[in-house]
């Protein structure tokens, strides 16, 4: 594999920065990447040259933009291999895309005494608008367990699908212990009942080729940020036959077809989902992300991470006194690993490993009923990025040991 770690770090600026008179090496992935140097130039040239509102205009500027924005719909169209970029909504965020599908197709499609199946470990943004869902139409919210290694079990995923399941709603890859879920068992288990599919992707879409027609996903939900575009832009795909179903859950400008006094019809989608003057710029530098993602190309992104994460579990397992979350082989997860070291809080680990250049998450990681049932109330959380080097690795194993022996062993 003919990888070029070196040059694709040079991208990006800011690992050649020194954090607390150290090496920098930046392993909080998970939360949000590092945008490489086309990204922020590109949206610096949009401000420079091209910036004006879209839609609107009929001079040169605006139509510029225009342009612009909505070509980046088809490009996320084709990095996504969805049938139409009518079928790509532009949100802030996977939060903002997963209450908007909860809120305005939610309450279509679930009555009083339906279902709604989600999994143990789902992020809060992937489980607050369904409990909320269910409280407003009176359905019951259920929940699949995990087996002892933190994979989805789907005995019981076929247990808790039955014939009133209207909506089950699981994450791709899990933002906790990495855990890849068997999106294709998932998909025929909820077919099969009428039930409609929705795919939390914020923690795929930077670690592996996704498809979301050969998912069969009825809707799919991704951020920005975690792919190297800027913060404040999300996708929301959903199939065409329901996003003309679903109600938009924001109303102003842009978003209509025609207004009078006494009523309001609507644009067709995605555009009576974009309510007022959108994030133009987010949106340009998230068609500068593809660009660079696509470059460089999502299978190879994802074998040459295989190669990262393989060694890393492996040494931070064998540590003495580390518990590591999840499976404890690479090939069953994918950019995360979470652990504890005996005896000291995830946050005085973060600390430490701050101090000595390594940054790492600390926290429940919006995930609490999923530390609940790992019988912790927080982790740290190493994530990986394709510009992350086995230096990066050698400085998090050699920083989890030093942290553990200054604070169990320092007199």
């Known amino acids: 594999m003919n990888?070029?770690?070196?040059?694709?770090?040079r991208d990006f600026p800011i690992l050649s920065h020194r954090i607390n008179k150290e090496r920098l090496a930046y392993l909080d992935n998970a939360a949000t990447m590092q945008q490489p140097r086309p990204v922020t130039a590109t949206v610096d040239r949009y401000y420079r040259y091209d910036h004006a509102n879209v839609h609107r205009g009929v001079y040169t500027l605006s139509e510029r933009a225009t342009e612009a924005y909505e070509g980046v719909r088809e490009k996320v169209r084709h990095f996504i291999h969805a049938h139409s970029a009518d079928e790509i909504v532009f949100t802030r965020s996977t939060t903002e895309s997963l209450n908007m599908v909860a809120r305005g197709f939610g309450d279509q499609v679930v009555n009083a005494g339906d279902e709604i199946v989600i999994s143990v470990?789902?992020?809060h943004s992937n489980l607050v608008p369904w409990q909320q869902l269910a409280e407003r139409r009176g359905a019951k919210l259920k929940y699949i367990e995990l087996n002892p290694d933190g994979s989805l079990d789907l005995e019981n995923a076929a247990q808790q699908i039955t014939a009133?399941?209207?909506?089950?709603?699981?994450?791709?890859?899990?933002?906790?212990?990495?855990?890849?879920?068997?999106?294709?068992?998932?998909?025929?288990?909820t077919h099969a009942v009428g039930a409609y599919l929705i795919?939390?992707?914020?923690?795929a879409i930077s670690h592996l080729?996704?498809?979301?027609?050969?998912?069969?996903?009825?809707?799919?939900?991704?951020?920005?940020?975690?792919?190297?575009?800027?913060?404040?832009?999300?996708?929301?795909?959903?199939?065409?036959?329901l996003?003309?179903?679903?109600?938009?859950?924001?109303?102003?400008?842009?978003?209509?077809?025609?207004?009078?006094?006494?009523?309001t019809t609507y644009k067709r989608a995605p555009?009576?989902?974009?309510?007022?003057?959108?994030?133009?710029?987010?949106?340009?530098?998230?068609?500068?992300?593809?660009?660079?993602?696509?470059?460089?190309?999502?299978?190879?992104?994802?074998?040459?991470?295989?190669?990262?994460?393989?060694?890393?579990?492996?040494?931070?397992?064998?540590?003495?006194?580390v518990t590591v979350y999840g499976p404890q082989t690479a090939a069953d997860r994918l950019g995360v690993v979470s652990f504890n070291i005996d005896g000291v809080h995830p946050h005085?680990?973060?600390?430490?490993?701050?101090?000595?250049?390594?940054?790492?998450?600390?926290?429940?990681?919006?995930?609490?009923?999923?530390?609940?049932?790992?019988?912790?109330?927080?982790?740290?959380?190493?994530?990986?990025?394709?510009?992350?080097n086995q230096a990066d690795v050698d400085q998090l194993i050699d920083g989890i040991k030093q942290v553990k022996e200054f604070f169990l062993h320092e007199s």
């Open 3 to 9: 990888w070029q770690i070196e040059a694709i770090r």
């Open 209 to 241: 080729k996704v498809d979301v027609q050969a998912l069969n996903a009825d809707f799919y939900a991704f951020s920005g940020h975690k792919m190297g575009a800027p913060t404040g832009i999300g996708v929301l795909y959903g199939k065409a036959a």
């Open 121 to 123: 470990a789902e992020h």
């Open 348 to 388: 005085d680990v973060a600390t430490g490993l701050d101090m000595l250049g390594v940054e790492v998450r600390a926290g429940h990681h919006c995930a609490q009923p999923l530390m609940q049932d790992l019988n912790v109330t927080a982790t740290a959380r190493a994530s990986l990025a394709f510009y992350n």
């Open 199 to 203: 795919v939390d992707g914020a923690q």
């Open 271 to 321: 555009l009576k989902f974009e309510a007022g003057t959108p994030n133009i710029s987010g949106a340009i530098g998230l068609g500068a992300a593809v660009d660079y993602l696509d470059a460089l190309g999502m299978n190879a992104i994802q074998t040459y991470e295989a190669q990262l994460m393989g060694p890393m579990l492996a040494r931070i397992v064998a540590i003495d006194g």
């Open 164 to 189: 009133k399941t209207k909506i089950v709603a699981v994450a791709h890859v899990g933002n906790v212990i990495g855990v890849l879920n068997p999106m294709s068992a998932l998909e025929a288990l």
């Open 243 to 263: 996003l003309e179903q679903m109600a938009p859950v924001q109303y102003g400008g842009e978003m209509i077809s025609q207004v009078t006094r006494t009523a």
